[in-house]
């Protein structure tokens, strides 16, 4: 089975500054997609980013890139100016032929 | 918006009482999952399915059952709650490499 590991458990980053966030994913399959997914107090689940495995070139969504290297199996996200209304909880997450597997989640603040 | 939508919003129940959350679609995707919320766990699957009455288990799938019947009807059972089972719940559905996540059930069992 697919497993998602996020080790930073809380981050903080002050207003403007850049930060960056782990994940790591073990995986046989060799055709997935990875994501990253911003969960603000709403509970609602907000995509970020998403990366396609077959794909070298690293996504990117504005303020937001990813460094996907598929040979380490790592993924992280990279959060560029920094806004106050980034606060929220990240997870990452793995999808492969049929179910969808997520970490535990950084718990991002950012501060004035 | 790919048109999820999960039913109760909320629900208090007793323990050893069951109880059945719905997830709702109306673009015809063919994955469907559900999930439970936890702080520290982050969402973990409990069971899954990938057609009408093709269905999967997850990571946490004991104490859970899961129906299929319609396309667009996803049902969770807990058979008999338990404490244990007190927390968030997201239904989600997958389709060409995006997901989409209903609103989630907040199920507290006393």
């Known amino acids: 089975a697919q497993t998602v590991t996020q080790s930073q458990p809380e981050m903080s980053v002050q207003e403007a500054e850049t930060v960056t966030l782990s994940c790591t994913y073990d995986?046989?399959?060799?055709?997935?997609?990875l994501f990253w997914y911003k969960q603000p107090p709403s509970r609602q689940m907000i995509l970020v980013i998403r990366?396609?495995?077959?794909?070298?070139q690293n996504a990117t969504e504005n303020r937001f890139s990813v460094n996907f290297q598929k040979a380490a199996k790592s993924f992280s996200l990279k959060i560029s100016d920094s806004q106050l209304g980034d606060t929220a909880m990240y997870f990452c997450?793995?999808?492969?032929?049929?179910?969808?597997?997520f970490g535990a989640g950084t718990r991002l603040t950012v501060k004035p | 918006d790919a048109g999820i939508t999960q039913s109760p919003r909320h629900k208090v129940t007793e323990t050893g009482t069951p109880v059945t959350l719905r997830c709702h679609q109306t673009?015809?995707?063919?994955?469907m999952y559900w999930y439970r919320q936890d702080p520290g766990h982050g969402l973990r699957l409990i069971h899954y399915?990938?057609?009408?009455?093709?269905?999967d288990k997850g990571e946490v799938s004991d104490g859970y059952s899961v129906s299929r019947s319609k396309t667009e009807d996803f049902l969770l059972t807990l058979e008999s709650a338990t404490s244990s089972q007190t927390s968030v719940y997201f239904c989600?559905?997958?389709?060409?490499?995006?997901?989409?996540f209903g609103q989630g059930t907040r199920l507290t069992v006393v």
């Open positions: 989600a559905i997958s389709s060409g490499g995006r997901a989409f």
């Open positions: 995986t046989s399959e060799s055709n997935y997609y």
């Open positions: 990366q396609e495995a077959y794909k070298q």
């Open positions: 997450a793995f999808s492969g032929i049929n179910d969808m597997r």
């Open positions: 673009e015809n995707h063919r994955y």
């Open positions: 399915s990938y057609g009408v009455k093709d269905t």
